[in-house]
T-cell receptor
Framework: DAKTTQPPSMDCAEGRAANLPCNHS???????VYWYRQIHSQGPQYIIH???NNETNEMASLIITEDRKSSTLILPHATLRDTAVYYC??????????FGTGTSLTVIP | DTAVSQTPKYLVTQMGNDKSIKCEQN?????MYWYKQDSKKFLKIMFS???????INETVPNRFSPKSPDKAHLNLHINSLELGDSAVYFC???????????FGQGTRLTVV
């Protein structure tokens, strides 16, 4: 069962930063936070993951609070192609993921 | 080159039939998975294989049987198909645990 809570939907203006929040208040010490996204009719795509420290890659940044009970995925300059459902997942067992309902992000021109 | 490929992409079949979905990855990964995404878009893991050995088997009917002939392949056989089996099935692979998973494009199964 999913252990995360995300808003069901968000809008973002094209070119602006998209900040997607996720609550995972029951996260345990050995669990990582993963973010995936699913563009319509495609397979999920890995974005980023982290344990404690903030992480950044070519796609996004992941900000994890000090108590690790919540995190934010940041897409620095959203494009129309970033319109997708974004899933926040916590897992200690690698990729034995339980996807929740995610956040449906719509990037508006 | 497609990293994780599934065939067929679409599958329409009648109740009671037996069908298979094939999955192949050319990434040299050790671990492969099957996920099911239902009509409500919930994506749930079904099976996980590591080096051809089953390491997780979620609560799925025993009509579903994964078979891994080698590390690069994980096929899904479904016997006696039911209407409720209609869904999109995704195959995925990863190098090691906690590594990023690569997903295939999915197989949309429709049971009529």
């Amino acid at each position: 069962d999913a252990k995360t809570t995300q808003p069901p939907s968000m809008d973002c203006a094209e070119g602006r930063a998209a900040n997607l929040p996720c609550n995972h208040s029951t996260i345990s010490g050995n669990e990582y936070v993963y973010w995936y996204r699913q563009i319509h009719s495609q397979g999920p795509q890995y974005i980023i993951h982290g344990l404690k420290n903030n992480e950044t890659n070519e796609m996004a940044s992941l900000i994890i609070t000090e108590d690790r009970k919540s995190s934010t995925l940041i897409l620095p300059h959203a494009t129309l192609r970033d319109t997708a459902v974004y899933y926040c997942i916590v897992s200690s067992a690698g990729n034995q993921f339980y996807f929740g309902t995610g956040t449906s992000l719509t990037v508006i021109p | 080159d497609t990293a994780v490929s599934q065939t067929p992409k679409y599958l329409v079949t009648q109740m009671g039939n037996d069908k298979s979905i094939k999955c192949e990855q050319n990434l040299g990964h050790d671990t492969m998975y099957w996920y099911k995404q239902d009509s409500k878009k919930f994506l749930k893991i079904m099976f996980s294989y590591n080096n051809k050995e089953l390491i997780i088997n979620e609560t799925v009917p025993n009509r579903f049987s994964p078979k891994s002939p080698d590390k690069a392949h994980l096929n899904l056989h479904i016997n006696s198909l039911e209407l409720g089996d209609s869904a999109v099935y995704f195959c995925a692979s990863s190098r090691i645990q906690r590594d990023e998973a690569f997903f295939g494009q999915g197989t949309r199964l429709t049971v009529v």
